[in-house]
C-alpha cells in the first residue's frame, strides 16, 4: 500500500517550493518578497543539514537499504531530493534575477556587482578593505604544510587560483580565503557615492575585488565563491551520559564539522577548480549546485535592517492586549470565573509575561512550574521566573537543551536559572520534552488552587509576533491537577498518572486520537453527523493516516490543513475521497494545532503542542488540552472554519503530491484568512 502515502522528504521539499512562490507573489511589498527568498534559503539548508544529513548517515553505516512507507529506499529519496532541489535553486535564482533585483533597482534600491563599480566608490571600498576587511582575513595557501582546511559549516568561502611563488619561494597554486563571520554582509555606500538610489555592496565582492592585496606578489589568476553544508544533526548517546548538559556542550563543538553533504559553488568557476573541491570535500556529483549569482542568499537579510521604507514591508499592526475587566487588574480574579483564550500574533504575547509578573509578586504564590524550549536567556519570561526566585518562590523550569539548532542558548539559559537558584530539570532521557506548560500553586482559603497556561508554541516573544499559536490560561481543577501530575513526573520517577482532561504524550495522546477518529467513523456508518477538521505543522503518522483513509471509506468529512510534511494522499477513489488537504502560505507562519471531531452534535476541541507525527506521539513529551469554555471553542472553530475559506494564501493537495493555489470562483469574494483575523482579533478585550 506504499502508493497510499508521500514521501516526508520530498513533501518537505514542496512545502519549500510554496514557500518560494511567495517570492513571485506581486501582490507583496517588495522587500517581502526577498525576505521569503531569504526564508527558502534558510529552511533548504536546515532541510540539507538535518533531513539530508540523516539519509546519509544511515547510508554510510552501511546498513541494508530499507523502504519507507512510501516504497523508497533512501538512496532512491537522495536521488529524487536532488532532482528536485536542483529545480528548485534554479527557480530561486530565476527569481532573484529576473524578478526581485530588477524590481529593486526601480525602487532605488541597488545591491552593486563588481563590475559596476565606479573609480570613486572602489577608492572608498578599497579603504573600507584596508581598513575593516583585511586585518580579519586568514587566507590558507595549500601545499604540504598547509592541505585543504576542514570548511567550517555554511561558511562562504573562495577558491583562489594563483600564479608565481610567495616569500618563502611556495607555490601550491591555490587558496582558500573563507569570508569572516564577524563582519556584516553587507555595507552601504555614503549617499555622494551612490547612483540612482541607495547603493549597497557584499563584503563578499569586496574581498573577491581586493583579492590581490591578499597575495601580495603574486598573481590571483582566478576566484570563485563555494560553501559547503554538513550534517549538523547532535546525536547523543543518552544510556551512555550521565551529564546532559556537558554532553550537548561537547557536541555542539563538532556541529560545524559534521559530514558534508552539499556543496554550493559559482556557475562561473572552470571544471578544475570544482572538480577539485569535489574531490577534498568528499562530494558526490549528486549533491554539487552550481549557483548563477552569489552564493547563500540568505545575505540578502542584512538589507531588512539597513532599509526602511516602510511601503516595501507589511503594513506593521499594534498586537491587542488582553483588557481585564475595570474592578480588577488581575489575572487570578478573571481566571477564577473564566478561562482567558490568547491568539498570537493578534493578542500580544505580554499576556503571559504579565500572568507570570504577577505570580512572582503575589505573596500567595508559593511555586511556579514551567517548561522551556524555545525561550532564549534574556527573556521577560525567565526575567519573571527569577523575581519569584528572588522573592522566594518555589520555582521549576524544565529546559529541553536538545531543541533543534537552540541548543546552545537553552545551554546559556539553564546555568543563567542556576545562578537564582531556579531548579533546573532537562526533562527525561530519550524523550524530548516539546509541551509547554505554566503551573502556579497559590494559597487560596487554606487550600492550593492551581492556575494554568497551556499553549500550542513556544515561550518566545518575538516568534509569537510571526507564528500563529493559541494559549489558554485556565484555573479548571481538572486541567491544573494533571498538568501538576505532568510537571511530577518529569522532576521526579514514577508510572504514568491517569489524566482527567489532557491527553499526554508519550502515553495517552495518540490513542486519543486514534480513538476520536474511529468514533466518528462509527458515527458516520450509524448516519449521525460525523465530521474532523484537523489543524497541524505536519501529518506523518502511518497509523493515525490509515484510520483518516478508514473515516473516509466510512463517510467522514476530514478537513486537514498541514502546513508542511503531509504523508496523507487525499482524493483517492475508494481510499480518501472524503479528504481534503489544504496548506496556508501568509505573512504568519501557522504554527497552532488544532483537533475538532462533531461527535455526534457534542463536539470536542483540542489545542496542543504536537503535530500528528510518529516523533511527536512516541518520542516527545506533549499536551494536548480540551477547550472547555463554548464561547471560546466557536472562536476557535470559527478561525478554522476562516481558513478553510481561505482562497488567497491556500495551496491544495493533489492526489499526485503536487500542490496548486486556491483558485477564485468567478464572482466570489477574496478571503485572506491571516488579514481578517488581524483585523478581527488586534483589537479585541476579554471581559
Known amino acids: 500500500m506504499s502508493n497510499a502515502y508521500f514521501n516526508r522528504e520530498l513533501s518537505l521539499l514542496e512545502f519549500n517550493k510554496r514557500v518560494l512562490h511567495q517570492a513571485y507573489n506581486r501582490s507583496l511589498p517588495l522587500l517581502e518578497r526577498l525576505r521569503f527568498l531569504c526564508i527558502f534559503s534558510t529552511n533548504l539548508d536546515e532541510f540539507f543539514e538535518v533531513r539530508v544529513g540523516g539519509l546519509v548517515e544511515i547510508l554510510e553505516r552501511n546498513a541494508p537499504p530499507t523502504q519507507g512507507p512510501d516504497g523508497l529506499t533512501q538512496t532512491q529519496t537522495l536521488n529524487e531530493i536532488s532532482l528536485r532541489a536542483h529545480e528548485l535553486v534554479a527557480e530561486q535564482y530565476r527569481i532573484l534575477n529576473s524578478e526581485l533585483l530588477p524590481s529593486m533597482r526601480e525602487q532605488g534600491i541597488q545591491v552593486l556587482r563588481r563590475e559596476d563599480w565606479n573609480q570613486e566608490q572602489i577608492q572608498y571600498l578599497k579603504h573600507i578593505f584596508l581598513s575593516d576587511v583585511l586585518p580579519v582575513l586568514s587566507p590558507i595557501g595549500l601545499d604540504p604544510a598547509h592541505p585543504f582546511p576542514r570548511i567550517l559549516n555554511k561558511s562562504l568561502n573562495f577558491i583562489v587560483r594563483l600564479d608565481g611563488k610567495d616569500a618563502f619561494g611556495r607555490n601550491s597554486g591555490r587558496a582558500i580565503v573563507q569570508v569572516p563571520r564577524s563582519l556584516p554582509h553587507i555595507i552601504e555606500l555614503p549617499e555622494a557615492l551612490s547612483i540612482n538610489g541607495r547603493?549597497?555592496?557584499?563584503?563578499?565582492?569586496?574581498?573577491?575585488?581586493?583579492?590581490?592585496?591578499?597575495?601580495?606578489?603574486?598573481?590571483?589568476?582566478?576566484?570563485?565563491?563555494?560553501?559547503?553544508?554538513?550534517?549538523?544533526?547532535?546525536?547523543?548517546?543518552?544510556?551512555?551520559?550521565?551529564?546532559?548538559?556537558?554532553?550537548?556542550?561537547?557536541?555542539?563543538?563538532?556541529?560545524?564539522?559534521?559530514?558534508?553533504?552539499r556543496l554550493e559553488i559559482t556557475d562561473t568557476c572552470p571544471s578544475e577548480l570544482?572538480?577539485?573541491?569535489?574531490?577534498?570535500?568528499?562530494?558526490?556529483?549528486?549533491?554539487?549546485?552550481?549557483?548563477?549569482?552569489?552564493?547563500?542568499?540568505?545575505?540578502?537579510?542584512d538589507l531588512f535592517d539597513l532599509v526602511k521604507d516602510a511601503a516595501h514591508y507589511f503594513k506593521p499592526f499594534v498586537q491587542a492586549m488582553p483588557k481585564l475587566p475595570k474592578r480588577t487588574n488581575s489575572y487570578f480574579e478573571v481566571l477564577q470565573k473564566q478561562d482567558i483564550l490568547l491568539h498570537h500574533p493578534f493578542d500580544s504575547f505580554q499576556g503571559v509575561v504579565d500572568f507570570l509578573r504577577e505570580a512572582a509578586a503575589d505573596p500567595s504564590v508559593l511555586a511556579i512550574k514551567q517548561t522551556l524550549y524555545r525561550t532564549g536567556s534574556n527573556s521577560p519570561i525567565v526575567d519573571a521566573l527569577v523575581a519569584a526566585a528572588k522573592a522566594g518562590k518555589e520555582v521549576t523550569a524544565i529546559v529541553e537543551l536538545r531543541a533543534r539548532f537552540d541548543e546552545e542558548q537553552n545551554v546559556a539559559l539553564a546555568e543563567r536559572l542556576q545562578r537564582f537558584g531556579i531548579h533546573v530539570i532537562y526533562g527525561v532521557v530519550g524523550f524530548k520534552t516539546h509541551a509547554k506548560m505554566i503551573l502556579v500553586a497559590r494559597r487560596e482559603t487554606g487550600k492550593l488552587r492551581y492556575y494554568v497556561h497551556l499553549g500550542t508554541g513556544n515561550y518566545h516573544p518575538r516568534t509569537s509576533k510571526i507564528y500563529t499559536d493559541y494559549g489558554l490560561l485556565t484555573s479548571d481543577k481538572d486541567i491544573g491537577e494533571d498538568v501538576y501530575r505532568i510537571f511530577l513526573q518529569l522532576s521526579s520517577m514514577g508510572k504514568a498518572s491517569k489524566m482527567e482532561a489532557l491527553l499526554y504524550a508519550p502515553f495517552t495522546l495518540h490513542k486519543g486520537m486514534v480513538k476520536r477518529i474511529r468514533t466518528e467513523r462509527e458515527h458516520a456508518e450509524q448516519g449521525k453527523p460525523a465530521r474532523i477538521i484537523a489543524k497541524m505543522n505536519a501529518l506523518y503518522d502511518e497509523e493515525l493516516v490509515n484510520e483518516l483513509y478508514a473515516a473516509s471509506q466510512a463517510g467522514v468529512q476530514i478537513d486537514l490543513i498541514v502546513r508542511g510534511v503531509c504523508q496523507l494522499r487525499p482524493g483517492v477513489a475508494g481510499l480518501s475521497e472524503n479528504i481534503r488537504v489544504r496548506s496556508i502560505i501568509g505573512r504568519f507562519l501557522e504554527h497552532h494545532r488544532v483537533f475538532y471531531f462533531e461527535n455526534n452534535g457534542n463536539p470536542e476541541l483540542f489545542c496542543s503542542s504536537a503535530d500528528w507525527m510518529l516523533r511527536n506521539m512516541f518520542h516527545r513529551v506533549e499536551t494536548c488540552f480540551p477547550i472547555k469554555h463554548k464561547k471560546i471553542r466557536d472562536r476557535i472553530l470559527e478561525d478554522m472554519q476562516l481558513y478553510l475559506a481561505d482562497n488567497t494564501h491556500a495551496w491544495l493537495l493533489q492526489e499526485d503530491g503536487s500542490y496548486v493555489p486556491c483558485q477564485v470562483q468567478e464572482g466570489a469574494e477574496l478571503v485572506d484568512a491571516q488579514a481578517i483575523l488581524l483585523e478581527r482579533w488586534s483589537a479585541h478585550a476579554v471581559v
Open 274 to 301: 570544482e572538480q577539485f573541491l569535489l574531490q577534498r570535500c568528499e562530494i558526490k556529483e549528486r549533491d554539487l549546485y552550481r549557483i548563477n549569482g552569489p552564493v547563500n542568499l540568505n545575505r540578502y537579510g
Open 199 to 261: 547603493n549597497f555592496v557584499f563584503i563578499s565582492s569586496i574581498i573577491h575585488f581586493f583579492m590581490a592585496e591578499i597575495f601580495v606578489g603574486m598573481t590571483v589568476m582566478e576566484s570563485y565563491q563555494f560553501r559547503l553544508t554538513r550534517n549538523s544533526d547532535i546525536f547523543l548517546d543518552e544510556e551512555e551520559t550521565d551529564d546532559l548538559l556537558r554532553a550537548v556542550q561537547g557536541e555542539l563543538a563538532y556541529r560545524q564539522y559534521g559530514d558534508e553533504v
